[in-house]
């Protein structure tokens, strides 16, 4: 112990002594309380944190479950124009067989992903869906080596004023949406998606009768 303290126990307490000893006994309590409270706080911002951790590491990714759309079960909005190697096109040119609509753009990371997983379900699945590209925002010249980069050869719309995408509801590459061959917008789909889940998706909108 030290001699201050020493000293201090030592000394006889006066009652001016004795009313800054209550005080002191209140501000401790004070601060008592007050630490209660920051670890009550703490704890149930713990809780809340565990919570949706949890959450996120059950939730499905978006790519692997159909998205809410207004148009999902509806006559697919128009989507036509300039073909990035030349020419037009239209939706409605494909009309008859499933057309699988992708949103994407060379600047965007998640389509680089993507990208080779789409080259992969359109070969596979040739026979029975279009896919229909729509370069969003994007530089002719950039979107052109971006698809040669990948082998990808469909058609692409090109949307460099973002009107298409708007009337698609469609905020951030990637976005798809599988088109039934009666026009029809079946699915959307938000983020990166692979060949496998397309083909199921096209096999469960074909179960049931598109």
């Not at 040739?126 to 980069?149: H, K, M």
Request: net charge neutral; aromatic share 8%.
């Amino acid at each position: 112990m030290s001699k201050l303290e020493v000293s201090s126990i030592s000394e006889p307490f006066s009652a001016d002594e004795d009313l800054g000893s209550d005080d002191q006994s209140t501000s401790v309590r004070e601060i008592s309380r007050g630490s209660r409270r920051i670890r009550i706080v703490a704890t149930l911002l713990g809780v809340v944190f565990i919570v949706f951790a949890a959450f996120l590491a059950t939730r499905k990714p978006a790519s692997t479950q159909s998205a809410p759309s207004p148009l999902l079960f509806h006559s697919a909005p128009v989507l036509s124009g300039p073909l990035l190697s030349g020419g037009s096109t239209s939706l409605s040119d494909y009309k008859g067989r499933f057309v699988l609509v992708n949103f994407f753009a060379s600047w965007c990371s998640s389509c680089k992903t993507e990208m080779p997983q789409l080259v992969s379900f359109a070969k596979s699945e040739s026979n029975v869906v279009q896919v229909l590209g729509v370069d969003y925002d994007d530089e002719s010249a950039s979107a052109t080596s971006f698809l040669s980069s990948y082998g990808a050869n469909w058609p692409v719309v090109v949307d460099s004023n973002g009107q298409t995408a708007l009337r698609w509801g469609v905020t951030e590459p990637p976005e798809s949406f599988l088109v039934a061959p009666n026009g029809k917008v079946v699915t959307k789909i938000i983020g990166p998606i692979t060949a496998k889940q397309l083909s199921v998706l096209v096999q469960i909108a074909k179960s049931k009768g598109y």
